[in-house]
Every structure is written in structure tokens, then in C-alpha cells.
């Protein structure tokens, strides 16, 4: 007689606590790039220094999480926008906010204060919006940073490596610990081309839980790179899902890296391995295109079409924009879904006691 594994009990978050009864209700619009809107403010080396900064050392021109401390009405204007163009979920802009990512700017003691910020400027900005009939909700943005645990940065020598697991296990818990701290509702690991580093990432922020008592949703992004259907590390999708399940994450998705396009069949691959688990999907504005104002190929109504098709098939729970995408896409994607229902994902793994 084959014995049947009991049922995991209901995930009691300490907030957030309605977003998963939210997600059954309808499909939950993410927001678009931060990067893209913040290239429409034309920046100067000044603006990202500020009177603060202004004897560091190092060009600080570029590094976008930096401006949460010298440019914060920017962040706050870009989230706004996005509120006011229908997203339920905005992301911090804390992308890469580690020290692993900052000391290449020099920034690595800034960390865990740069992350602060940026929760508490995403937590006013949807308090701000926020209504009984539409609840707004900060996401704890952690990124892959620039270093890979998996793959040599020397292709003469294949067991070179530029960081180790401890290293980012530490930089992510102090990133999620400012997040947290700052305000966030739940966390994002997005952009993750290396599962190990996605690995440490989930990691640090079950210590982080275990910790401090807190207990958040999760929601974890992979990225394909190329038609191959697999992440850089060489996982495809449905082998990236079950090296991270562990995590009971509440949504598992992809963006990034394809316009969608290219994106609907690993899409659709995942909704059907990851069946006791909502979809997240925010896709690139298309191609990369140098002649358009984003940088990206597709116009807000292309893209909303598009990720309007993913929802009519039954994909998704959650949708929005990556690179290229602007307020008027994040506005067409939530017009395009707004006319389906939620894919339906197990309510006794993952769902809140509320």
C-alpha cells in the first residue's frame, strides 16, 4: 500500500496576510522597469551624487538603487505612476541593492540603508493609493547581483569562481533584513539566471523569518536567456521549478531577458509543472530597439495584447512589465487581463490563514 504524504499546513504570513485570497479573486497587476523611467529624467553624475556623495571616489552615474538616498522624489514619482496606472504590486528599487552588487560602486556600507529607503518610499507610495476595495502592495525587490556562484567568469579555467554561497547568503540577509524593516509586504528574488544565487537568496530570507518572527510571502522569478528554454546556469524551466519548490513560494514565474512573445511557451511550461502554485509573468517591451524612447520594440498596446492572451489561456495570476515597459504598458496590461479569471493553484500548500 502506497502511503500518501499529509497535506503541509496553511502558511500563517504576519502580512499581506489577504494577497493569496486576492490572487484567487483575480489576476494581480505588478508593475513596469524602474530603470527605463528613471532613463526619462536625464540624470546627471550630480543628481546620483547629491551633497552627500559628492567627494566619493567612484562615477556613481548609473547605480539607479542609489538614488532612494539622493533623488528619492524621483523613486517616489515613479512608483506613483505606476499606482495610478492600475498595478496592485509595486517593486522597490532595490534591485541591486546588496553589498556584493554596490561594491562595485564603492557602496557596500550603504547597503543595508539604501534598502531601507527604498521599502519605506514603495510602503508611503502605496499607502497613498491604497483603498478597502484595492489594497496596494510593496514588494522587496532582490536581484541575482552581478557575480554567478555556478559559472567560472574565466573561461580558462572552469572551477574559478567570483563569490561563494556564504557570501551572498550574507548580503541577501541584510538586504532583506532593510527590506523588512523599511516595510515591505512580501519579497521578490527576480532576474535569477543562477539558481544558486536564487538558492542563497531564499535561504537568507528563511533565516531572516526564523529571526525575526515575520513571515512573508514570497514570490520567485527566473530568467530565460535564449530560445534554448533554460537559465543561464543551464536549468530549464520546470527543472529551475523543482530546485526551488522547497520554498513554498506563494507565485513562480518568469521575466525578463524575452519580450512575450518568446517568453509563452516557457510560460505556459511552467504553469503546467508548477500546478499547486500561482504564475507570475512580467515580460520584456519586446525586443531591444536603440531607435525607440523605452529602448524596447513593442508600444503599450502590443504588450497588453499580448500578456492579455497569457491570461485568456489560463497562465496567470500575476502579470506586468520588465525592461521597456513604462506606466502606458502597465495600464494596457492591466486593461488586457482584467477581463479573465486567475488560473487556479492549491489552496492547501500555499494559501494564508486569514
Not at 547597503?111 to 519605506?120: K, L, S
Not at 514570490?219 to 527543472?239: C, E, N, Y
Request: aromatic letters at 8%; proline letters at 6%; one cysteine or more.
Amino acid at each position: 500500500m502506497t502511503a500518501v504524504a499529509a497535506p503541509h499546513p496553511p502558511i500563517a504570513y504576519t502580512r499581506a496576510q489577504h494577497l493569496p485570497e486576492l490572487m484567487r479573486q483575480r489576476i494581480l497587476v505588478l508593475d513596469g522597469a524602474m530603470g527605463t523611467m528613471i532613463q526619462r529624467y536625464k540624470l546627471s553624475e550630480a543628481d546620483f551624487r547629491s551633497e552627500r556623495f559628492a567627494q566619493h571616489p567612484k562615477d556613481l552615474k548609473g547605480n539607479n538603487d542609489l538614488l532612494v538616498l539622493t533623488r528619492p522624489d524621483v523613486i517616489s514619482e515613479i512608483h506613483e505612476q505606476y499606482l495610478a496606472a492600475g498595478a496592485d504590486i509595486i517593486e522597490t528599487n532595490s534591485f541591486g541593492t546588496t553589498s556584493v552588487a554596490q561594491e562595485d560602486y564603492g557602496l557596500e556600507a550603504f547597503a543595508y540603508e539604501m534598502n531601507v529607503a527604498a521599502a519605506r518610499l514603495a510602503r508611503a507610495a502605496c499607502d497613498k493609493y491604497s483603498s478597502a476595495d484595492k489594497p496596494r502592495f510593496a514588494a522587496g525587490a532582490l536581484g541575482p547581483t552581478p557575480r554567478t556562484a555556478s559559472i567560472s567568469p574565466d573561461v580558462n579555467d572552469p572551477g574559478a569562481r567570483n563569490v561563494d554561497f556564504d557570501t551572498l547568503r550574507a548580503a541577501y540577509y541584510e538586504q532583506a533584513k532593510g527590506l523588512l524593516d523599511g516595510g515591505v509586504d512580501l519579497f521578490l528574488v527576480e532576474t535569477i539566471f543562477d539558481t544558486l544565487n536564487a538558492k542563497a537568496a531564499i535561504f537568507a530570507l528563511e533565516e531572516l523569518m526564523e529571526d525575526s518572527g515575520e513571515r512573508l510571502p514570497v514570490i520567485i522569478s527566473g530568467t530565460v536567456t535564449d530560445a534554448s528554454g533554460r537559465i543561464l546556469s543551464g536549468q530549464t524551466v520546470s527543472a529551475f521549478w523543482h530546485s526551488v519548490r522547497h520554498a513554498k513560494p506563494l507565485a513562480i514565474g518568469l521575466n525578463c531577458a524575452l519580450g512575450a512573445t518568446l517568453m509563452r511557451p516557457y510560460v505556459e511550461e511552467l504553469s503546467r509543472a508548477a500546478a499547486d502554485t500561482a504564475i507570475s509573468c512580467y515580460p520584456n517591451a519586446g525586443l531591444p530597439n536603440p531607435m525607440s524612447d523605452t529602448g524596447f520594440d513593442e508600444t503599450p498596446e502590443v504588450t497588453g495584447r499580448l500578456v492579455g492572451e497569457f491570461a485568456q489561456a489560463g497562465f496567470l495570476n500575476i502579470a506586468g512589465g520588465c525592461c521597456g515597459t513604462t506606466p502606458a504598458h502597465i495600464h494596457a496590461i492591466s486593461q488586457a487581463v482584467s477581463a479573465y479569471r486567475p488560473r487556479g493553484f492549491g489552496a492547501p500548500l500555499f494559501s494564508a490563514l486569514i
